[in-house]
């Protein structure tokens, strides 16, 4: 009779928490998606006022009116081929050194895992950065952008746990075959790590699509600023003046905040699975 008692009370128990955990999540993504709602909505509709979240008209004159302005293209190419160049070469070095880093054998393995967690609680600082930077000769360089963000403590960790993650017999198998350890890398580890190439992939893009600090600090040529920069730009300096196609000002600077964000709500939902998969194995593997 106890036991029976026991496991209705735990199953109640077990039954509230989902319940409280679903409602949380619920707020949760309300609260994230109301922003985005607005924006989106004020882009589209010339007659909103006050929060609302349904467009009463749609009309895409902001939009057209942006896409047609010439200045945005060249920003919008270097965010595009700096975010494509950051994101190869940064899954390249974050695989390798993810890789390198399992190798449990080798010389000073504790030292290098030690100093890539010192770089996550401590960084050399902005000023020391830009001179060090500025010493070397590196201003304007688009290469200065991209390299701080194709390197991150946490990706490699990220990697470095995902690759643990794989049975080492798969290892032993390759090496009694005659594999190298690169070959091993190619043929074995990368195949197998889809999910973690995903997250980590994501991450970067992410990162260096919203790149706006670096381009600021390092790069003084205006035919090598990014889209963020140009959209900042743009909003500060009333360059997007919609006064002589009957809209407002704010209905242009919501449809520029919802290009920005557009490229990234198109390609998620192809990573979702992965992206979800690679967090969690490298959440939970140490």
């Known amino acids: 009779m106890n036991e029976k008692f026991s496991f209705k009370k735990g199953y109640r128990g077990r039954t509230i928490f989902l319940i409280c955990d679903v409602l949380f999540l619920v707020l949760l993504m309300v609260i994230m998606l109301i922003p985005f709602l607005k924006v989106l909505v004020d882009s589209l509709d010339p007659h909103t006022y006050g929060l609302r979240l349904f467009p009463k008209e749609i009309d895409l004159t902001a939009y057209k009116y942006i896409l047609s302005k010439k200045s945005i293209y060249q920003p919008l190419w270097v965010s595009v081929y700096t975010t494509i160049i950051a994101t190869v070469v940064g899954l390249l070095l974050t695989s390798l050194a993810g ?48 390299l701080p963000v194709c390197l991150s403590a946490y990706n490699i960790i990220l990697m ?8 080492g017999t798969l290892y032993e198998a390759a090496e009694l075959d005659g594999a190298t350890p690169m070959g091993i890398f190619w043929r074995i580890v990368l195949p197998l790590s889809k999910p973690a190439l995903a997250s980590v992939g994501l991450f970067i893009a992410v990162s260096m699509w919203n790149n706006y600090m670096n ?22 300096s009333d ?17 520029m905040v919802v290009l920005v964000v557009l490229p990234f709500l198109v390609i998620y939902p192809f990573l979702q699975k992965y992206f979800v998969k690679g967090v969690t194995i490298g959440a939970v593997k140490g």
């Open 99 to 146: 890789y390198v880093v399992i190798q449990k054998e080798m010389p000073g393995h504790k030292l290098i895992v030690g100093s890539i967690m010192l770089t996550m609680m401590f960084s050399g600082g902005m000023i020391p950065t830009y001179l060090t930077i500025k010493n070397l000769g590196l201003m304007d360089h688009v290469m200065t952008c991209i």
């Open 160 to 167: 470095k746990s995902f690759f643990e993650g794989i049975p």
């Open 215 to 236: 381009f600021i600090l390092y790069i003084t040529d205006t035919s090598k600023k990014n889209f963020q920069v140009k959209v900042r730009e743009l909003i500060l």
């Open 239 to 255: 360059g997007l003046s919609g006064t002589n196609i009957g809209i407002s000002e704010d209905m242009l600077k919501n449809a």
